[in-house]
């Protein structure tokens, strides 16, 4: 119950496209789902994060998506560039515990 | 906004000797941080949560004694691979909580490699 599934594991998509990476989870107590950046031999950065209580919450180019229904949210990228490329990771969390649960991560390569 | 500094980056050092890494707190203060484990392609595990002024909280199958950490004071924890062998060749990542809304800040990573 404390997992988070993400898809998928690797992505390639042409510049200009939108790529779209799906999160799930179970546990109903989580209530703060960031999602973060990583490139090669650096840490995560804080990307855009979302809350249960919206639908959708957009910031430049990138955009999550919440189905609280579904347990699902989703990050979208658009308008992809090749700088866009490393590695994506939803997490989630509930407020005030600071414990996150992160998704295996999703490889991102944006193509010139 | 928050910053985290993790020292070093990057470290070699031979089989059976220790290792310290360093996270700060540059521009506020975390009475708890969060040390990461990452392989290649993998996603971040969490290995022990830092408390200043006590001892740390170590994730199950974690080596206590095997990775020490210290919370020395408001902004700086450390974290020592005692008599490190190989397999504890990994990327080495601290974190700390949010200051007021948002998410956790991440220090830069350290890369070991044991030889």
């Known amino acids: 119950q404390q997992q988070v599934k993400q898809s998928p594991q690797s992505l390639i998509v042409q510049k200009g496209g939108i790529p779209i990476i799906n999160c799930a989870y179970e546990?109903?107590?989580?209530?703060?789902f960031p999602w973060y950046q990583q490139f090669p031999g650096k840490g995560p950065a804080l990307l855009i994060a979302?809350?249960?209580?919206?639908s959708e919450k957009k910031e430049g180019r990138f955009t999550i998506s919440f189905n609280k229904s579904a347990k699902q949210f989703s990050l979208h990228i658009m308008d992809s560039q090749p700088g866009d490329s490393a590695t994506y990771f939803c997490a989630a969390s509930i407020t005030g515990t600071y414990k996150y649960i992160f998704g295996t991560g999703t490889r991102l390569k944006v193509l010139a | 906004g928050a910053v985290v500094s993790q020292h070093p980056s990057w470290v070699i050092c031979k089989s059976g000797t220790s290792v310290k890494i360093e996270c700060r707190s540059l521009?506020?203060?975390?009475?708890?941080m969060f040390w990461y484990r990452q392989f290649p392609k993998q996603s971040l595990m969490l290995m022990a949560t830092s408390n200043e002024g006590s001892k740390a909280t170590y994730e199950q199958g974690v080596e206590k004694d095997k990775f020490l950490i210290n919370h020395a004071s408001l902004t700086l924890s450390t974290l020592t691979v005692t008599s490190a062998h190989p397999e504890d060749s990994s990327f080495y990542i601290c974190?700390?909580?949010?200051?007021?809304?948002?998410?956790?800040?991440f220090g830069s990573g350290t890369r070991l490699t044991v030889v």
């Open positions: 974190s700390a909580p949010p200051v007021g809304w948002g998410g956790y800040t």
């Open positions: 979302i809350r249960p209580d919206v």
């Open positions: 521009d506020f203060q975390a009475t708890t």
């Open positions: 546990n109903t107590a989580f209530d703060y």
